[in-house]
């Protein structure tokens, strides 16, 4: 089943999030109450709604508890950014990530449900959206910036598969050098490595072919 992902404020910081996650093929339904802002992005994203986010009904009849992830991402208000996230919250989200004006507000966020606090100065919206997704890029390659090396969670495709049976490096473009699992970091592990679903791979190679690979 695919993820679906929630944007709660379609600000800046909220519109890139939404972008980027679209781009990179991911199910997304965003929400807010300004009008001409919804419809400007329901050009480009399908699930796009307006509506108050402090309004559980409404915020439950648009399936927002549905999503796996939510950003919330509300500008200068934080009243109704708490509110929000605790709402989410009572809603059954899992995976709450709220971005915070001041350290005072995040730690509050915290406490109401925002699983990580986000302080968009400090992190592009862009970044956010790659990491949601299971990609968290750590280093552009010195060579160019078209190559990076990354860690991702092992997509579908290669569980229970062995390094080698996978062709890796001729089939999507990519080196693994690197395995975590659980606590152990299996550096240039062998190419009868199997594969596993809680693994976290790190790789090498194109960002365009880790993109493909993550989707």
Do not use: W
């Not at 709660?8 to 939404?18: D, E, N, P, T």
């Not at 307006?50 to 950003?71: F, H, P, R, S, Y």
């Not at 059954?92 to 968009?120: D, Q, S």
């Amino acid at each position: 089943m695919s993820k679906l992902f929630g944007i709660v404020g379609l600000g800046r910081f909220g519109r890139s999030v939404a972008e980027r996650l679209t781009e990179l093929n991911k199910d997304v339904i965003c929400v807010d109450k300004n009008e001409n802002t919804v419809k400007e992005l329901s050009e480009t994203i399908e699930n796009v709604y307006q509506a108050d986010c402090l309004d559980e009904k409404a915020m439950k009849e648009i399936g927002i508890a549905e999503a796996n992830t939510v950003v919330v991402s509300i500008g200068e208000n934080i009243e109704a950014s708490v509110m929000a996230v605790a709402i989410l919250h009572t809603l059954g989200v899992e995976n709450i990530y709220a971005k915070a004006i001041t350290p005072l507000h995040g730690r509050i966020l915290a406490k109401v449900g925002a699983k990580r606090v986000i302080f968009p100065e400090k992190e592009m919206g862009s970044n956010l959206a790659n990491i949601l997704s299971g990609i968290d890029i750590i280093q552009t390659l010195a060579s160019g910036k078209s190559y990076v090396f990354a860690k991702i969670k092992a997509p579908n495709v290669f569980l229970d598969k062995s390094i080698k049976e996978l062709d890796v490096r001729n089939k999507y473009g990519l080196n693994i050098i690197g395995i975590e699992r659980k606590d152990d970091l299996n550096i240039n592990p062998h190419p009868n490595e199997i594969i596993t679903e809680d693994d976290t791979l790190m790789v090498v190679g194109k960002r365009k072919d880790l993109e493909k690979v993550a989707r």
